[in-house]
C-alpha cells in the first residue's frame, strides 16, 4: 500500500531558528495531513491538503503539498519552546475515510 | 471543539488477563472509529476501524482474536485486548471521524497505556 518517508527523524533548534519537516511519496497521493503529538499526548490534527501546489498558512506554521502531489512539508518560523512535540503526515488511505497511515514523525525540540 | 475520550487513560494487567478500553466520542456520533497502537518513539499503527453495527475491519498482521472490538453505538467503541503479554505494552489511541462542512477531520482519543506485567 501506500507508504510515505518522512525526515528528518529529530530534529533539535535553538529557539527561534526555523523548522522544515518533509514528506515523500513513490506515488501520487490524494491528499496529506498534518498532525502535533505534544509528549505524551495524543495527535491533534493540524491541516489536511488537498490541491497540487497548496500551500496553506496558521500563524507561523506553512505546509505546502508539492505539485505532483508526492510531496509535502511543514515548515516553522522563529520556533517557540510551544513548538516542541513530533510532527506527523499522515495518508488517508482509502476506502474509508480517516483510514490513516502515518509517517514515522519528526521530533522537535526547541532548546530556550 | 470535538471531544474523545479513552478510558482508563492506563492501566497494570498481569499476563493472561484481558483488557477492555473504551473509546467515546462525547460530542457527536460517529460511524466510525478507528483503533491505533503506538510504541515508544514510535508512529502510530493503525489497527483496525471499528463501525458501527457491525464487524471490525482489521488490518493485515493484526490478530482479530487477540484484539476484540466492538462498536456497541454511535459514541462507544472498544477494544479488549485478550490474554495480554508483556508485548501487548503499548500506547492504545482511538479515533473518531466528524464531518465538518466538506471535509472529514480525525479526532483522537487522549490514548491508554496498557502495562503488561
Known amino acids: 500500500g501506500q507508504q510515505v518517508m518522512q525526515i528528518p527523524q529529530y530534529q533539535h533548534v535553538q529557539e527561534g531558528e526555523d523548522f522544515t519537516t518533509y514528506c515523500n511519496s513513490s506515488?501520487?497521493?490524494?491528499?496529506i495531513q498534518w498532525y502535533k503529538q505534544r509528549p505524551g499526548g495524543h495527535p491533534v490534527f493540524l491541516i489536511q491538503?488537498?490541491?497540487?501546489?497548496e500551500v496553506k498558512k496558521q500563524k507561523r506554521l506553512t505546509f505546502q503539498f508539492g505539485e505532483a502531489k508526492k510531496n509535502s512539508s511543514l515548515h516553522i518560523t522563529a520556533t517557540q519552546t510551544t513548538d516542541v512535540g513530533t510532527y506527523f503526515c499522515?495518508?488517508?488511505?482509502?476506502?474509508?475515510?480517516?483510514?490513516?497511515?502515518f509517517g514515522r514523525g519528526t521530533q522537535l525540540t526547541v532548546w530556550p | 471543539g470535538a471531544v474523545v475520550s479513552q478510558h482508563p487513560s492506563w492501566v497494570i494487567c498481569k499476563s493472561g488477563t484481558s483488557v477492555k478500553i473504551e473509546c467515546r466520542s462525547l460530542?457527536?456520533?460517529?460511524?466510525?472509529m478507528f483503533w491505533y497502537r503506538q510504541f515508544p518513539k514510535q508512529s502510530l499503527m493503525l489497527m483496525a476501524t471499528?463501525?458501527?453495527?457491525?464487524?471490525?475491519?482489521?488490518e493485515q498482521g493484526v490478530e482479530k482474536d487477540k484484539f476484540l472490538i466492538n462498536h456497541a453505538s454511535l459514541t462507544l467503541s472498544t477494544l479488549t485486548v485478550t490474554s495480554a503479554h508483556p508485548e501487548d505494552s503499548s500506547f492504545y489511541i482511538c479515533?473518531?471521524?466528524?464531518?465538518?462542512?466538506?471535509?472529514?477531520?480525525?479526532?483522537f482519543g487522549p490514548g491508554t497505556r496498557l502495562t503488561v506485567l
Open positions: 499522515a495518508l488517508d488511505r482509502g476506502s474509508t475515510l480517516g483510514r490513516l497511515y
Open positions: 479515533s473518531a471521524s466528524r464531518l465538518a462542512g466538506y471535509t472529514d477531520t480525525q479526532y
Open positions: 471499528s463501525n458501527e453495527g457491525s464487524k471490525a475491519t482489521y
Open positions: 491538503l488537498v490541491k497540487s501546489g
Open positions: 460530542d457527536f456520533q460517529a460511524t466510525t
Open positions: 506515488t501520487t497521493l490524494s491528499n
